[in-house]
């Protein structure tokens, strides 16, 4: 064994690199910080569209026998448009020959602008009774409305019965309706008709005290006289029939812009407008009706007089722009005004966003499912292909091979490793390349080599450079046209390095893959680990090594033409993910790239959050370093261009746009158990993880692994497939905001022993 002086025992200055990975850790905080916020503002824009679209909290009417012994019996036997003065109710009742014409659940866009247009070419007003989510989503149509001179109601934000809601709940509808009233069309209104109402007679126990709080707090409510049962589709001469008072009977009628198909209100309406007209009819709003009351009684005349040309004077007084508010209307100032304005912004961008999330959904949904089975079909392919008996990649390779071991402070890891290296069964020389370890990792490998008989071993020590440099230290000193590269907390099983060294025996060949296994694995996080390799990495090679793109050599173990990685000018230090470099290098040399399932290696993984969060950045951040680098491929020709036009895309597809968009399938899922439909939600989840265990049971088989970690895959995909999703969004956002990381040392605990010691 032959060593080479270490470095004196001086303290020493930070290196460049040192300094640089520091600085560079002071700036990951803000990116995390801008990563959590797009994740909170996405979930926030979901929850948002969701309350728009659906109902929120429970509906629970109907209930029977509610009974309206409290209701005061002038209530139940008045008029359709109930008001409190001076803590009293009061009804009022549409003069006779007079049609308060109103709409409920609006605004759509597709029937409510046909509804203005009817109004506007007969000079009809009428009242609408907006629900406040549909103002928020469609505020032009609201401001229309107002604009021509028609009066508009709150009919809740939700369309919920207020009936069995508590107080705050109550407050929020009719706060939130005026806020989208407010930024749709400047105004808030006073006017307010309940979800599910119809006439006076069937205010119960429930609905009273909710129309007397509102009351008090200056609302009016209103009812209706005669119901269209437009929404029944019963047919358009129904419709006119049904909405038509008795008589000469003043009524306040009901009618739909929106809840369904009112293609038959469109068609009824300007029928049923001109039937009225000539049975001597007049239209007004519910303001209308109101003034015209009040001002017959302070003249002292009949409630029904004036009230006509009281209408005709509010419609003519807006369409001429002297007046632009209805009586009901008031004007939106102050903190309700941009409260308003943010709401109908917020719901502009959540009505935006959420159509686009939905196609991206499809287009993952399509890709995650191709790659599934792409994976299941070419795997399968190369192991039949692999594990035929007349397969062989040449006459067996028995030379000896140098193992270079980069070590930074691997006091843990590093005897293990020697140990491992010691059962080898093919002939090796080892070369620890110390890179200015602080922990005695090199003083640790010569005793361990020592202890072992391994004269076979040289410990090189190095000023602090990074891998990168320690790997190409090791390359230079490497005595053979071989050379096989592992991390200093890897161990080999005894055939380990005699199965990968095989496949050079091709010519072709200028580097091989080998499978990392994680040992540490009887932990929870561990075990998640031990999924996502067997899965994630080692079924994701046997397809691109049938493609012939393999796009990465693990670091843990990857075997290497000597001549080959100088040719490539060795390791280089421009990316963080080296193995990815060197190998896109190699491919782009014309080099063949394999995988050897055979050759395992055992490694630590990570044992805490923090240091698989800090693993995964590194290796995504590199990844995207690395693509970038090697841009130029894709317009290259040959064995470059091969790999840009068909590794690069894939790398791209599969390792960066899908898994930064696959949080859109759990998104939409907990979105469709929230506001849609639970059970079909789950099912569907159900479903696509169905999927994935049967390629991660295949994966299974073919490594011959035990199927029981499989039993955390359920919870890997409620929490560890989470943190890799944030992990490479945070990678996407330092790439994009022109970060530099550098390389960062992982804590370990050489928990994982010689192979022997690692059951499966």
Same mark, same amino acid.
């Given at each position: 064994?032959?060593?080479?002086?270490?470095?004196?025992?001086?303290?020493?200055?930070?290196?460049?690199?040192?300094?640089?990975?520091?600085?560079?850790?002071?700036?990951?905080?803000?990116?995390?910080?801008?990563?959590?916020?797009?994740?909170?503002?996405?979930?926030?824009?979901?929850?948002?569209?969701?309350?728009?679209?659906?109902?929120?909290?429970?509906?629970?009417?109907?209930?029977?026998?509610?009974?309206?012994?409290?209701?005061?019996?002038?209530?139940?036997?008045?008029?359709?448009?109930?008001?409190?003065?001076?803590?009293?109710?009061?009804?009022?009742?549409?003069?006779?020959?007079?049609?308060?014409?109103?709409?409920?659940?609006?605004?759509?866009?597709?029937?409510?602008?046909?509804?203005?247009?009817?109004?506007?070419?007969?000079?009809?007003?009428?009242?609408?009774?907006?629900?406040?989510?549909?103002?928020?989503?469609?505020?032009?149509?609201?401001?229309?409305?107002?604009?021509?001179?028609?009066?508009?109601?709150?009919?809740?934000?939700?369309?919920?019965?207020?009936?069995?809601?508590?107080?705050?709940?109550?407050?929020?509808?009719?706060?939130?309706?005026?806020?989208?009233?407010?930024?749709?069309?400047?105004?808030?209104?006073?006017?307010?008709?309940?979800?599910?109402?119809?006439?006076?007679?069937?205010? =119960?126990?429930?609905?009273?005290?909710?129309?007397?709080?509102?009351?008090?707090?200056?609302?009016?409510?209103?009812?209706?006289?005669? =119901?269209?049962?437009?929404?029944?589709?019963?047919?358009?001469?129904?419709?006119?029939?049904?909405?038509?008072?008795?008589?000469?009977?003043?009524?306040?009628?009901?009618?739909? =812009?929106?809840?369904?198909?009112?293609?038959?209100?469109?068609?009824?309406?300007?029928?049923?407008?001109?039937?009225?007209?000539?049975?001597?009819?007049?239209?007004?709003?519910?303001?209308?009706?109101?003034?015209?009351?009040?001002?017959?009684?302070?003249?002292?005349?009949?409630?029904?007089?004036?009230?006509?040309?009281?209408?005709?004077?509010?419609?003519?007084?807006?369409?001429?722009?002297?007046?632009?508010?209805?009586?009901?209307?008031?004007?939106?100032?102050?903190?309700?005004?941009?409260?308003?304005?943010?709401?109908?912004?917020?719901?502009?961008?959540?009505?935006?966003?959420?159509?686009?999330?939905?196609?991206?959904?499809?287009?993952?949904?399509?890709?995650?499912?191709?790659?599934?089975?792409?994976?299941?079909?070419?795997?399968?392919?190369?192991?039949?292909?692999?594990?035929?008996?007349?397969?062989?990649?040449?006459?067996?390779?028995?030379?000896?091979?140098?193992?270079?071991?980069?070590?930074?402070?691997?006091?843990?890891?590093?005897?293990?490793?020697?140990?491992?290296?010691?059962?080898?069964?093919?002939?090796?020389?080892?070369?620890?390349?110390?890179?200015?370890?602080?922990?005695?990792?090199?003083?640790?490998?010569?005793?361990?080599?020592?202890?072992?008989?391994?004269?076979?071993?040289?410990?090189?020590?190095?000023?602090?450079?990074?891998?990168?440099?320690?790997?190409?230290?090791?390359?230079?000193?490497?005595?053979?046209?071989?050379?096989?590269?592992?991390?200093? =907390?890897?161990?080999?099983?005894?055939?380990?390095?005699?199965?990968?060294?095989?496949?050079?025996?091709?010519?072709?060949?200028?580097?091989?893959?080998?499978?990392?296994?994680?040992?540490?694995?009887?932990?929870?996080?561990?075990?998640?680990?031990?999924?996502?390799?067997?899965?994630?990495?080692?079924?994701?090679?046997?397809?691109?090594?049938?493609?012939?793109?393999?796009?990465?050599?693990?670091?843990?173990?990857?075997?290497?033409?000597?001549?080959?990685?100088?040719?490539?000018?060795?390791?280089?230090?421009?990316?963080?993910?080296?193995?990815?470099?060197?190998?896109?290098?190699?491919?782009?040399?014309?080099?063949?790239?394999?995988?050897?399932?055979?050759?395992?290696?055992?490694?630590?993984?990570?044992?805490?959050?923090?240091?698989?969060?800090?693993?995964?950045?590194?290796?995504?951040?590199?990844?995207?370093?690395?693509?970038?680098?090697?841009?130029?491929?894709?317009?290259?020709?040959?064995?470059?261009?091969?790999?840009?036009?068909?590794?690069?895309?894939?790398?791209?597809?599969?390792?960066?746009?899908?898994?930064?968009?696959?949080?859109?399938?759990?998104?939409?899922?907990?979105?469709?158990?929230?506001?849609?439909?639970?059970?079909?939600?789950?099912?569907?989840?159900?479903?696509?993880?169905?999927?994935?265990?049967?390629?991660?049971?295949?994966?299974?088989?073919?490594?011959?692994?035990?199927?029981?970690?499989?039993?955390?895959?359920?919870?890997?995909?409620?929490?560890?497939?989470?943190?890799?999703?944030?992990?490479?969004?945070?990678?996407?956002?330092?790439?994009?905001?022109?970060?530099?990381?550098?390389?960062?040392?992982?804590?370990?605990?050489?928990?994982?022993?010689?192979?022997?010691?690692?059951?499966?």
């Amino acid at each position: 064994m032959t060593t080479t002086t270490p470095s004196r025992g001086r303290r020493r200055a930070p290196t460049r690199i040192e300094r640089a990975a520091g600085k560079a850790a002071a700036l990951q905080k803000p990116r995390v910080i801008l990563a959590l916020l797009l994740l909170l503002g996405l979930t926030s824009v979901m929850l948002l569209d969701g309350y728009l679209r659906a109902e929120v909290g429970g509906d629970e009417r109907v209930r029977d026998g509610a009974g309206s012994s409290k209701v005061p019996d002038k209530i139940l036997n008045g008029g359709p448009i109930i008001s409190f003065r001076g803590g009293q109710a009061t009804t009022t009742s549409v003069p006779a020959k007079t049609i308060a014409l109103t709409f409920d659940d609006g605004p759509n866009p597709t029937y409510t602008p046909q509804v203005l247009k009817i109004l506007k070419k007969y000079d009809v007003p009428a009242t609408f009774f907006l629900v406040g989510s549909m103002v928020s989503r469609y505020p032009g149509i609201v401001q229309d409305m107002v604009d021509q001179g028609d009066e508009v109601g709150i009919h809740t934000f939700t369309h919920v019965d207020l009936s069995y809601q508590s107080d705050a709940r109550i407050r929020r509808e009719m706060t939130q309706t005026q806020l989208a009233l407010a930024g749709a069309a400047g105004i808030t209104t006073t006017l307010f008709r309940a979800p599910y109402s119809s006439e006076t007679d069937a205010i =119960d126990n429930y609905s009273w005290p909710v129309y007397k709080k509102l009351g008090e707090e200056g609302y009016t409510s209103v009812f209706v006289d005669t =119901d269209s049962d437009d929404w029944k589709k019963p047919g358009v001469s129904k419709i006119v029939q049904w909405a038509t008072p008795s008589g000469t009977s003043g009524a306040s009628v009901l009618m739909h =812009d929106a809840g369904g198909d009112r293609e038959q209100t469109i068609k009824a309406l300007p029928e049923y407008i001109e039937k009225m007209r000539a049975k001597g009819y007049t239209f007004t709003t519910i303001s209308g009706v109101v003034e015209a009351q009040n001002t017959a009684a302070r003249a002292g005349q009949q409630a029904n007089a004036p009230t006509g040309a009281a209408g005709g004077q509010l419609r003519g007084g807006s369409r001429n722009g002297t007046d632009r508010l209805q009586a009901a209307h008031r004007e939106a100032t102050g903190a309700t005004l941009y409260e308003g304005k943010a709401l109908v912004v917020a719901v502009a961008v959540a009505e935006y966003t959420v159509p686009t999330l939905s196609v991206g959904l499809v287009i993952v949904g399509v890709a995650v499912m191709g790659r599934f089975g792409m994976m299941l079909i070419l795997a399968r392919r190369h192991y039949r292909l692999r594990n035929k008996r007349r397969f062989s990649w040449g006459p067996t390779v028995t030379r000896p091979v140098t193992v270079i071991v980069p070590a930074y402070n691997e006091k843990e890891c590093i005897a293990n490793t020697l140990e491992s290296l010691a059962r080898s069964t093919h002939p090796i020389e080892v070369v620890v390349v110390d890179d200015g370890s602080s922990d005695g990792t090199s003083e640790i490998a010569r005793e361990a080599a020592r202890s072992l008989g391994m004269t076979n071993v040289r410990v090189i020590r190095q000023e602090n450079a990074g891998k990168p440099a320690a790997l190409n230290n090791g390359v230079r000193s490497a005595s053979h046209d071989i050379v096989v590269m592992m991390d200093g =907390d890897t161990v080999f099983e005894p055939d380990t390095v005699r199965q990968l060294v095989q496949p050079f025996a091709n010519p072709e060949v200028g580097a091989v893959a080998g499978n990392a296994k994680v040992g540490n694995r009887d932990t929870v996080i561990g075990a998640w680990q031990h999924i996502e390799y067997v899965m994630g990495f080692n079924l994701d090679r046997r397809m691109y090594d049938l493609l012939r793109c393999m796009p990465t050599i693990p670091g843990a173990i990857g075997a290497f033409r000597r001549e080959a990685v100088l040719q490539v000018g060795g390791m280089s230090e421009d990316t963080l993910a080296e193995d990815t470099d060197i190998t896109i290098a190699m491919h782009r040399a014309g080099r063949r790239v394999v995988y050897q399932e055979h050759a395992r290696a055992w490694t630590e993984a990570p044992g805490s959050l923090k240091q698989l969060w800090s693993q995964r950045y590194r290796w995504s951040y590199g990844t995207m370093q690395a693509l970038w680098k090697h841009r130029k491929s894709l317009t290259d020709k040959g064995p470059s261009g091969r790999f840009g036009r068909v590794g690069m895309p894939l790398v791209v597809i599969f390792q960066i746009v899908t898994p930064v968009f696959a949080p859109l399938i759990d998104v939409f899922t907990a979105y469709s158990m929230i506001f849609v439909d639970f059970r079909a939600a789950l099912y569907a989840w159900l479903a696509v993880l169905g999927v994935q265990l049967v390629c991660a049971a295949y994966a299974f088989k073919l490594d011959k692994e035990k199927y029981r970690y499989l039993l955390m895959m359920p919870l890997q995909q409620l929490a560890y497939r989470q943190m890799m999703y944030l992990v490479l969004i945070h990678s996407c956002i330092t790439a994009l905001t022109g970060g530099r990381l550098r390389w960062q040392k992982l804590k370990r605990t050489g928990e994982v022993g010689t192979p022997a010691g690692v059951g499966r």
